[in-house]
């Protein structure tokens, strides 16, 4: 719908060498992102968002980590064969990331302005120390803090105010695409929708392409031009929102959308999906979500079925035809 | 902050009431006579115990602890019994020597013991990772006195380089008889910070912040420096801090091995001697440095790490503690 390919991955393999194993976190991930839209990447706890984010940066802790396979291409460069010196370039400059935990993701001993400070200077070597400080006020009171909390710790602030000044860092350079895992999981409810109308406003603004994680989708419905769901490492369906809310072709997704709460269906129970996802160092041999679908037969379990194109860009990963309205 | 200073150094008093009670009472409790032991083996037992009136010997324990307290607060350590001479001056003669090889020795351990240990965390379970891990658990293990004589047997009788015994006059004879004291002492307390850098390294390197500090695009030496380092200094600086605080106090064998004038020979050679008032305030002089180092350690840890500078400003007197979440 929007501008040009951004960002491409290809067949993405990310595996943890444990002890107890090996975890095959990501098991072939593909997907683009175009310039200035969000895509909303929706799944359970465990499913490889995380992992996927932190991929596309090179930001697997290695060891464990690894990744074994696969393409990143950013702007037509696959950022997994870049030297440190272009990653390093392309990291919280052109693409930036947003952590789950405000608690944990700044530096308690630096102040909020330091931490600000930090990312504008390391990519932009031109500029004097007091532009580089201007800079950064601006940029704090562009996600709502006044100037004079600058030379505070991270620790004088809330979580709500945390997570805003981590965004704050994240778009300080005005990237092309950011990153935000979860960006709104650990914070109130009440704080949950500002932060992210904020998020939403100031990518808008700057024309910033947007990777949101959640397993919200809710949150997912407000704010994503398309959405990918991912499970036990795998994309099994992707589309435009309209298309997956309205027409949901994986038992999965179907599942998912069928276990949101609503008041306008006349329903006592909420339907969870049974069972749970399959344990990552030993996954089944065919499709991963096989033992806990209502649709499966012997060929689920035979190999791991294809994304196949159900029309305007409507990926599907299952061998069956089936319909959100059959599924109720 | 000052309020903080304030109540630590008032702390410091029934500390140091009860390190002089007990050594006090444990000297008491040891055998020999102090004034069979200042008038010498030819003593007529008359002599003696005339002695033992005048040093107030006789009176009950605690009333003589409650008179050296009182001396004590006018600023009268006593004199040896020995040599007669003040025991505050003695001190205070010995330190400055004692302070010059605690300061080589802590710096020792430094430079070796912080790279190191970076280096370890950084690359941990690399062959240079083990190899310093196995080295320090020797350093840790291995005595101190044992080490220094090995030394002074290679360095100083057999290859000549260094002096073996005593402390040299003048700036360069000094820097060369401190060169096998100072690595003496520096090896133990090297292997505890390398021991201490790695592990507290370790426990930041897998921080959020880290991967908030490198989804910025720093570069590794940056994060190493600006990230990591300064949040895994507070049990660095507690362990170097402790280490020092007990090279300050004299080193006892390192000291008699090179025969380096310190405190830690002048402690020695009164407990020998029973020199009850020597070792009273020699021991009374280790507690206070060691308190100070802690008090100065406590200090540093506020400008390293805001939360704790703050907690400080909000605790005085009273446990005002708000914490806001």
Redesign the interface.
């Given at each position: 719908m929007n501008g040009k390919e951004l960002l491409k991955i290809e067949d993405l393999e990310i595996r943890y060498e444990t002890d107890d194993g090996i975890v095959y976190a990501l098991n072939g991930v593909s997907l683009h992102v175009n310039e200035g839209e969000t895509l909303g990447l929706v799944g359970e706890t465990g499913a490889g968002k995380t992992t996927l984010a932190?991929g596309i940066?090179r930001?697997i802790?290695t060891p464990p980590g690894k990744i074994v396979n696969g393409k990143v291409y950013f702007e037509g460069k696959n950022v997994l064969a870049m030297s440190d010196h272009d990653?390093?370039?392309?990291?919280?400059?052109a693409i930036?990331?947003v952590?789950q935990?405000p608690m944990?993701?700044?530096?308690?001993?630096?102040t909020v302005g330091e931490q600000i400070e930090?990312?504008i200077a390391?990519?932009n070597n031109s500029l004097s120390k007091e532009e580089i400080r201007e800079r950064a006020i601006a940029m704090l009171k562009r996600v709502g803090i006044s100037a004079d909390r600058i030379d505070e710790?991270p620790?004088?602030f809330?979580g709500g105010m945390k997570q805003r000044v981590?965004i704050a860092?994240?778009l300080a350079c005005n990237p092309k695409l950011l990153l935000a895992d979860e960006p709104t999981t650990a914070l109130d409810v009440t704080i949950q929708a500002q932060v992210l109308d904020m998020i939403n406003k100031l990518k808008t603004e700057m024309n910033t392409a947007m990777i949101l994680i959640s397993h919200d989708l809710g949150v997912v419905a407000q704010t994503c031009d398309r959405v990918a769901i991912i499970y036990a490492g795998r994309i099994v369906e992707t589309g435009n929102l309209r298309d997956i809310y309205k027409n949901p072709k994986h038992p999965y997704t179907v599942g998912l959308l069928d276990s949101i709460p609503s008041l306008t269906r006349d329903t006592k129970r909420l339907k969870p999906i049974k069972g749970l996802m399959p344990d990552p160092t030993n996954l089944p041999s065919g499709c991963p979500f096989a033992p806990r679908c209502n649709y499966a037969s012997s060929a689920c379990s035979e190999a791991v079925p294809e994304l196949t194109d159900r029309g305007n860009g409507h990926l599907v990963r299952c061998i069956k035809d089936i319909s959100g309205k059959e599924g109720q | 902050m000052w309020k903080y200073i304030l109540k630590r150094l008032l702390m410091m008093i029934p500390v140091l009431l009860g390190v002089t009670f007990l050594v006090f009472f444990i000297l008491n409790m040891t055998p020999g006579d102090p004034a069979a032991i200042i008038l010498g083996d030819q003593a007529t037992p008359e002599a003696i115990a005339q002695l033992r009136e005048e040093l107030g010997l006789n009176d009950p324990l605690l009333i003589r602890y409650v008179r050296y307290i009182i001396d004590m607060l006018h600023g009268d350590f006593g004199e040896s019994y020995k040599n007669g001479i003040s025991v505050a001056a003695q001190v205070l003669d010995k330190f400055p020597n004692t302070a010059v090889l605690a300061v080589a020795g802590i710096l020792v351990a430094l430079v070796i013991g912080i790279p190191v240990g970076i280096i370890s965390a950084r690359k941990q379970y690399s062959a240079l990772d083990n190899t310093s891990m196995v080295l320090s658990l020797l350093g840790v293990s291995m005595p101190n006195f044992w080490l220094g004589l090995l030394l002074s047997l290679l360095f100083a009788l057999k290859l000549g380089w260094f002096p073996s015994q005593g402390m040299g006059s003048g700036f360069v004879p000094l820097l060369r008889s401190l060169v096998l004291p100072a690595i003496t002492l520096g090896t133990g307390s090297a292997a505890t910070v390398v021991r201490m850098t790695r592990s507290s390294m370790l426990e930041v390197i897998r921080q959020d912040y880290i991967s908030t500090a490198r989804a910025k695009g720093l570069d590794e030496k940056v994060i190493t420096k600006r990230h990591m380092f300064r949040n895994a200094l507070i049990p660095i600086v507690t362990a170097v801090g402790l280490q020092f605080g007990t090279l300050l106090g004299g080193a006892m064998l390192t000291e008699t091995v090179f025969s380096w004038p310190g405190l830690g020979r002048l402690m020695v050679d009164s407990l020998n001697s029973k020199d009850i008032p020597m070792v009273l305030g020699s021991v009374l002089f280790m507690t206070i440095m060691f308190s100070f180092v802690n008090l100065a350690v406590d200090i540093v840890y506020a400008f390293i790490d805001p939360r704790i500078k703050s907690l400080y400003s909000k605790a005085g007197f009273k446990k005002r503690r708000v914490v806001v979440a």
């Open positions: 932190k940066l930001l802790q990653l390093h370039q392309v990291r919280g400059n930036s990331m952590f935990d944990t993701s700044l530096n308690p001993v630096m930090e990312v390391v990519h710790y620790h004088q809330s981590i860092i994240a | -």
